[in-house]
Every structure is written in C-alpha cells, then in structure tokens.
C-alpha cells in the first residue's frame, strides 16, 4: 500500500488529510505524553499538585521537593553512548567521504541530539536535507511529529504540525517519499503556500526497544518518573513533618477537667 491508497482508503482522497490523521486517538496519546515529559524535564513534576494546608489558624504552605535527578541520568547514557565521536571504518576514499560530511553537516552533534531525543522520548525524527551542496540534518521536536504508517507497519509519509501559540495558526509540513508539501490556516482557510521536490526521501525514525509497540520507542524517564515522584513525596512530608510538627509544634491538653 502506498500513501494514494492509505488516504483513497482512510480519508476519501481528501486533500485535507493531514488534519484528520493529526486529530488520530493513538497521535494525541503520543503527542501528549511527549509534551508532559518536556514540562517534567522543566520542572514540572507530580509533587507540585501537592495541596497546601492550614496550621494554627493560618495558611501552611507544604514543601514541594524537586529532584532533577533524571537530567542526570539521560545525560550519563547520552554521553556514554556518544560521548566521543563516532569511528568510521572501511574502505579509504568511502571513509574520508564520510568524514567530510561529518564535517561539514556537524553530524557529531547531530548523532548525540538522536540519541538524546530517544532516551527522553523513545523516538527521534531526523530530516536530511541539502543546503547549497553539503548534506546537512535537522532533528525535529518530538511534540510536532506524525509519522504515517498503514496496518502493515510500512512507513508511508510524515507530517510535521505545529500550532502558533499567538496567533493559533496552524501549519502542516506534510513529507511525502518524494516531495513536500506546507499547508497553513492563515487568513481562515486552509491552503498549500510552498511545495519541493524531496531528494532525501522522508524523515528518519529512529527508536528504541519496546516490547508493547514495534513502530515506536519507550522513554528512560518511564522508568525514572514513578521512583523520583515517590522519593520527592517523601522528602516534602519529611520536611514538613520536621520543621512544622517538630520544631513548631501544636500544644494538646488532655485529661479529665476537675
């Protein structure tokens, strides 16, 4: 099945396909989950919810502990990976070929913002392109992709979509095996406004092992998130119970009145 055949078959051969595939149950899970673990590497975590109280009559704010710890974490499997760069072997004219595009598209960097993507998000999408004759590459905000595969798992065409947080236009970059086209809202309806020729075919996927989805990856901080939340409860309940209840404690009468 080709990308003619997925959109004659799921969408009518609409030409607003695009915005259909976007609004997909199983998108919106991904993009959310992609757009919280961006606010928790911020900062944003579970134990900021927490409720604050009343104390001897006034308010008591509850101590909120914040361990970003997981930073820590992907940053040592980032630099353990691809920490140094990449050796290239093989044949000499392929080898110095290779290097040269390393070179010039900075790739070095380009490899170690894959990986850091995949061990944040699960996935990363990579797209290659050419500027003024050096091969160069752009890693694409996980929160804005949308890669299109059938029922099969085969990789059809790739949409990138962003909505402008001002102004709430919409804009659609939609990567097809050999072309691309840019849709926006601008002006209330929705219309192409730039099309090329794409010579690097679509963007790149990459993810790692996930035992529950073939197609996509799992993130590092799966894992991380659960046990810093629970260490961060009880640090901010240890603190309160030490400063308030020890240090500043409420006075109980007990006993029978005479």
């Not at 609409?14 to 757009?35: C, G, L, M």
């Not at 008591?60 to 760069?85: E, Q, S, W």
């Amino acid at each position: 099945m080709n990308i003619e055949q997925y959109i004659e078959k799921n969408f009518d051969n609409t030409s607003y396909w695009f915005e259909q595939e976007v609004n997909r149950p199983y998108h919106a899970k991904r993009i959310t989950d992609a757009i919280n673990k961006v606010f928790y590497l911020k900062g944003m975590h579970k134990v900021k919810n927490r409720e604050d109280a009343v104390y001897k009559g006034r308010e008591l704010i509850t101590r909120k502990t914040i361990i970003n710890y997981a930073k820590t974490v992907i940053d040592f499997h980032n630099t353990y990976l691809v920490g140094k760069p990449i050796t290239l072997t093989g044949n000499e004219s392929t080898v110095k070929t290779f290097r040269e595009v390393y070179k010039l598209g900075l790739y070095d960097t380009v490899d170690f913002n894959v990986i850091d993507h995949v061990n944040k998000f699960g996935d990363a999408y990579e797209v290659v392109y050419i500027d003024n004759g050096v091969i160069k590459s752009k890693i694409l905000n996980n929160a804005d992709c949308y890669p299109v595969y059938n029922d099969l798992g085969e990789y059809l065409a790739f949409i990138e979509h962003w909505t402008d947080g001002y102004s709430s236009i919409a804009y659609y970059n939609v990567y097809y095996p050999n072309y691309v086209e840019r849709w926006t809202n601008e002006g209330g309806d929705m219309h192409m406004y730039d099309s090329n020729i794409n010579v690097c075919g679509l963007p790149i996927h990459y993810h790692n092992n996930n035992d529950e989805d073939d197609l996509y990856g799992q993130s590092l901080l799966d894992d991380i998130m659960p046990l810093l939340d629970e260490l961060e409860d009880v640090y901010s309940k240890l603190g309160d119970a030490i400063y308030v209840n020890t240090l500043n404690p409420l006075p109980v009468s007990t006993g029978v009145r005479l």
